[in-house]
Each structure stands twice: as C-alpha cells, then as structure tokens.
C-alpha cells in the first residue's frame, strides 16, 4: 500500500475532526506549494477559481509574459548537421521565487514546402557542465508532439518546475537538405507562488511594462540595491522611512512602495533579474498563456 504523499505534511493536531479537505491541508503547506505541484498549470489555477479562501490559500500568481527573443529566429540545415538537436536559449525560472510552472510559447514553421521535420525540446537539467553535448532522452521535459508546419501555427509547451534545474530550449530543423525552421514571438510565462499578498505580481508587470527585463546588468544591479536600502527604511511598526526622492523614482516606474510586502517582492525580482542576466551564455544561433480561461 502507498504511503500518503500529505501524511508528512499534515499532523491531526492542526485539524478538527477527521474530515481534511484539500484547502486544510493547503493551510498547512506552504501556500499549498507541495499539493499543488502535482497538479497541471489548468488545474491548479482551476483549483485557485473554487472559492475565494482557496484562491487566498493557493495565492498562485501569472507574471506577465518576459521575451525570450525579439522578432523571427531561423535555421537552416547546413552542414548535414539539420538532423541533430542544438541547444538554443535558457529559459531562466525566477530565483529565489517559489514557481509552480513555465509556458514557452511562440509561432513556428517550417521552409514552407516538402517533408515535415523540425521540432522543438526543452530540457531540464541539474548538472549543467556539458551543455553543448546532445540531450539525453530522460532530460526533456516537454516537447512538441507533431513536426513544424509549413505555415505559421501556435505553439505552447508546458512543464512543472523542479527546485534546482536550469531549462533550455533545443530545436531539430531535419537532415536531408533544403530544411528550415523560424520561430517569432518567442515568450516564456510563469505561473508563481505569489508570497507578498500580490505584491510580486504587481510589481512584476510594472517592470515589464517598462521594458526592464533585458540584458544590460545594470539596470537590475541598481533595482537591487534601492530595493535593499527601501526595505531596510521600513520601522517595526511597518511606517515608511524612505526617502521621498528614491521613493518617488520608484513609483514613476510604476512600482508601489507603500508596504514592506511591495519592497520584499522588490528585492526578489531584482535578485531574480541580475541573476538571469549573469548567468546568460549566448545562444547558438540567436537570429496569452495563463489567464484562468486561456485553457
């Protein structure tokens, strides 16, 4: 007999009588982060739709959609290599921000005419040393079912995020000569455990509002280190003592700092950002997801 997957996580003392629900146990697991990691994107946010004190317990978040790469991207089968998988882009899932799933999504096709053979992978790793080698099979944690078109189609590719892996992108255009593959409006959207009474939603979608997410290390560095300084003005009564004028730059940014909520999801996303930049290596060949109805 199978061992209760919540029985580790759920002690009698913490609840009346012996009817646990699923919004019990949510309770008492961090914003529902285990229970809900078993469950597709489609069917935790269903989930978080049943009731107001599920969507409160669940606290489940969709940042706004961050580009993986501007315009169209293409490739073509040169050197008898159109056969073989190549890496192309890291997916960077936030650090240091608990996400429950990622959607990479784009328009892809393929040279427009004769056989039908490029594909796309995305892989999952926690040794990242020998990324330029081929996959390995038991690697891929999503791919697409079908090969390009040879018109323009939508594609999504939805994965679970495991703490600790690195996420990439590998595409096949085919071997036999003439075959190209292009992808345009290549985006990736997270679905996040959002910790900060909303605030790192909010503050998320103001960034990318502003164009912030790109791949100057600058910008985050700096975010970082006011976000820091603003977090530390904060008294133990919660009063703010920042100053005005860092405070109002902030907020022509779009950014709250009414709340040490808003600077704490600040700093989370700054962290998240200078990382994602620092740890970038160059492509090899660089050329509406989560809504509760998208589904």
């Avoid at 690697?139 to 018109?151: G, I, K, L, Q, R």
């Avoid at 995020?161 to 996420?167: A, D, H, I, L, M």
């Avoid at 990736?188 to 959002?194: E, G, N, P, R």
Wanted: aromatic share 10%.
């Amino acid at each position: 007999c199978k061992r209760d997957p919540l029985s580790n996580y759920i002690k009698r003392d913490d609840m009346s009588g012996d009817n646990v629900t699923i919004s019990d146990a949510l309770h008492v697991d961090l914003c529902g982060k285990h229970i809900l990691s078993f469950l597709t994107a489609k069917d935790a946010l269903t989930f978080a739709t049943t009731s107001k004190e599920n969507k409160d317990t669940a606290c489940l978040g969709i940042f706004e959609p961050v580009k993986l790469h501007d315009g169209i991207v293409s490739w073509g089968d040169s050197f008898g290599s159109g056969g073989n998988q190549h890496r192309w882009k890291e997916i960077h899932v936030p650090i240091a921000i608990p996400t429950h799933s990622v959607q990479f999504s784009c328009k892809w096709k393929d040279q427009g005419w004769g056989n039908r053979k490029g594909r796309l992978y995305i892989t999952g790793y926690k040794d990242c040393e020998d990324l330029d080698s081929p996959f390995k099979y038991e690697d891929v944690v999503c791919s697409t079912d079908c090969d390009a078109e040879h018109d323009w189609r939508p594609l999504r590719l939805q994965f679970l995020v495991e703490e600790g892996k690195r996420y990439f992108v590998w595409y096949k255009v085919g071997g036999g000569g003439g075959h190209e593959l292009f992808l345009r409006n290549a985006v990736v959207h997270s679905l996040i455990y959002d910790n900060y009474e909303g605030y790192l939603v909010r503050q998320q979608r103001a960034l990318v509002a502003k164009g912030a997410y790109g791949d100057s290390p600058l910008f985050p560095l700096l975010l970082k280190a006011v976000a820091l300084y603003g977090q530390c003005s904060f008294a133990d009564d919660g009063e703010s003592m920042i100053h005005k004028s860092i405070a109002g730059a902030l907020e022509d940014l779009g950014l709250s700092t009414s709340n040490k909520n808003a600077m704490d999801a600040l700093v989370v996303l700054a962290s998240s950002m200078s990382n994602a930049v620092r740890d970038e290596e160059p492509g090899n060949n660089d050329g509406d997801y989560m809504t509760y109805d998208s589904y």
